[in-house]
């Protein structure tokens, strides 16, 4: 089955840290830009940060800029997110999906250009004190 997983989420006080992971299962991540996305309740999907197939480039919104990092580790198939000092305002659904190419992603806003190949099921990431 062709999926992508995400876990890592949870609860953490404000200021705290969390680490995601996108792990792909029945393919390789190698050829795939992968982003992460947000869904808070009551509000629209928001790009949170992008990295290309290489790992050569990454992207993030204004929101996570130096607080996030995103990183890929293709021989685990994995893409991580790395999220420090969070805030309330992070609480959020986090998903990963993955794109054959950077162009799908429209980069000053982090939005898709058309649908992405893959979509993970999402994991919960709740910042409260």
């Known amino acids: 089955q062709l999926q992508l997983v995400e876990s890592g989420g949870g609860l953490v006080q404000p200021g705290g840290s969390l680490r995601l992971s996108c792990a792909a299962s029945?393919?390789?991540?190698?050829?795939?830009?992968i982003g992460w996305f947000r869904q808070a309740p009551g509000k629209e999907r928001e790009g949170v940060s992008v990295?290309?197939?290489?790992?050569?480039?990454?992207y993030y919104s204004d929101s996570v800029k130096g607080r996030f990092t995103i990183s890929r580790d293709n021989a685990k198939n994995t893409v991580y997110l790395q999220m420090n000092s969070l805030k309330p305002e992070d609480t959020a659904v986090y998903y990963c999906?993955?794109?054959?190419?950077?162009?799908?992603?429209?980069?000053?806003?982090?939005?898709?250009?058309?649908?992405?190949?893959?979509w993970g099921q999402g994991t919960q990431v709740t910042v409260s004190s």
């Open positions: 029945g393919f390789t991540l190698d050829y795939y830009a």
């Open positions: 999906a993955a794109v054959k190419s950077i162009t799908a992603v429209y980069l000053p806003k982090l939005t898709l250009n058309y649908e992405a190949d893959y």
């Open positions: 990295i290309n197939s290489s790992g050569s480039a990454t």
